[in-house]
């Protein structure tokens, strides 16, 4: 069992940076991957960045160069920065954790969303 909580979310300028933290608890050791995604009105929810729990990292295209996601040493906690965020990058933004049991049971957990508005 795993519960993620998002925050750092809000009122960003075209071009203006952000930070985004996600709070993991509960079976924090069973976490192999965690990640962020976003989901604009009308549109599927889609990867953005994700981090394994050797540190490995993988980015979606679109923001290769323009985003960075990171942990903290305790691995409870996941960050997604930016210092260039375009106006159709408008979402909510979920994070999720994937877990894997001893046994192989795998487990997918999201946050609630936290809201991200592009705007001048």
């Known amino acids: 069992q795993v519960q993620l909580v998002e925050s750092g979310g809000g009122l960003v300028q075209p071009g203006g940076s952000l930070r985004l933290s996600c709070a993991a608890s509960g079976s924090i050791s069973r976490i192999n991957l965690m990640g962020w995604y976003r989901q604009a009105p009308g549109n599927q929810r889609e990867l953005v960045a994700t981090?394994?729990?050797?540190?490995?990292?993988n980015y979606a295209d679109s923001v290769k160069g323009r985003f960075t996601i990171s942990r903290d040493n305790a691995k409870s906690t996941v960050f997604l920065q930016s210092n260039s965020l375009k106006p159709v990058e408008k979402a909510v933004y979920y994070c999720?954790?994937?877990?894997?049991?001893?046994?192989?049971?795998?487990?997918?957990?999201w946050g609630q969303g936290t809201q991200v508005t592009v705007s001048s």
């Open positions: 999720r954790a994937k877990t894997r049991l001893l046994g192989g049971t795998r487990r997918e957990y």
């Open positions: 981090i394994s729990s050797d540190g490995t990292t």
